[in-house]
């Protein structure tokens, strides 16, 4: 578990025009320490009101890509008061610094394609809010029932998907859609955040006022050994030549990771 801290400039409106920014954060010079009104706090990298998108998506989640590709499951959550910039950092739409979930889906894809046997991606994408959990990407269910203890594969539903995509603690099967592209992958988000639920307050305008979970999921296969020359002609059954056929076929080994975002 790494914790890191953005503090995200001030606006305008922060900004009082007589007696100027009444700045009450101090940055230590380690990029790991920050001070509010004289107490010090300690996190695993603090990024200063400077910092981009990319800044975080190299030192945050940058490292996280190689072990989801593995198979392993790495969570980004974003956290903080309404207005602190969650939504830039992570779906920033702006071409020169986007934000880290298009990043981290764009390694991801470009590591799958290149990769020499087959692979997958897949997203689901659901938003709690009231006690209720929505699957963006299926507009038919309106709300998805939680049944505690009970899991179930993710994409079989009847919108379709795919039941290789691990399993959820929401019993109504969400839907789990194929990525092939980027661009692909930016109009279905597009699409789907259109259903989230805002609303304006007083330090936000489009203040989120659910939760949303995207995850990621990446499916890969890969050769782990090969061994002799598969007989031309299909042998019988169970014979000894059917055997070591079998056996000389390359052992393929298939991994399934999941980068979730909250």
């Not at 590591?111 to 997203?123: D, I, P, Q």
């Not at 594969?153 to 859609?177: E, K, M, R």
């Not at 305008?205 to 002799?228: D, N, P």
Request: proline content about 5%; some cysteine.
């Amino acid at each position: 578990l790494r914790v890191f801290l953005r503090v995200r400039p001030a606006h305008v409106a922060e900004i009082d025009p007589r007696l100027g920014l009444n700045n009450i954060i101090a940055l230590g010079g380690d990029n790991t320490t920050v001070a509010v009104s004289g107490k010090q706090y300690d996190f695993d990298r603090v990024y200063g009101p400077m910092s981009n998108n990319q800044d975080v998506f190299a030192t945050a989640l940058q490292p996280c890509i190689a072990r989801v590709l593995q198979g392993y499951t790495a969570t980004f959550m974003c956290y903080g008061h309404t207005g602190t910039g969650k939504t830039h950092t992570m779906s920033s739409k702006f071409a020169k610094d986007p934000g880290v979930l298009f990043s981290a889906v764009k390694q991801l894809l470009s590591e799958l394609l290149a990769a020499s046997m087959g692979s997958e991606m897949r997203v689901s994408y659901v938003q709690l809010y009231r006690d209720n959990v929505q699957d963006l990407l299926n507009e038919t269910v309106p709300f998805l029932k939680i049944q505690r203890g009970a899991t179930a594969p993710v994409g079989g539903g009847s919108a379709g998907g795919s039941a290789w995509c691990d399993t959820t603690p929401v019993p109504d099967t969400t839907v789990s859609v194929p990525i092939t592209s980027m661009a692909h992958f930016g109009a279905l988000y597009e699409a789907a955040d259109k259903h989230r639920v805002v609303a304006e307050t007083k330090m936000n305008k489009q203040s989120s006022r659910g939760h949303s979970i995207l995850t990621v999921y990446v499916r890969r296969t890969a050769a782990t050994a090969t061994g002799g020359t598969t007989a031309q002609s299909a042998p019988s059954p169970g014979s000894p030549s059917s055997r070591l056929a079998a056996l000389s076929q390359p052992a393929q080994r298939t991994t399934i990771g999941r980068f979730v975002f909250v």
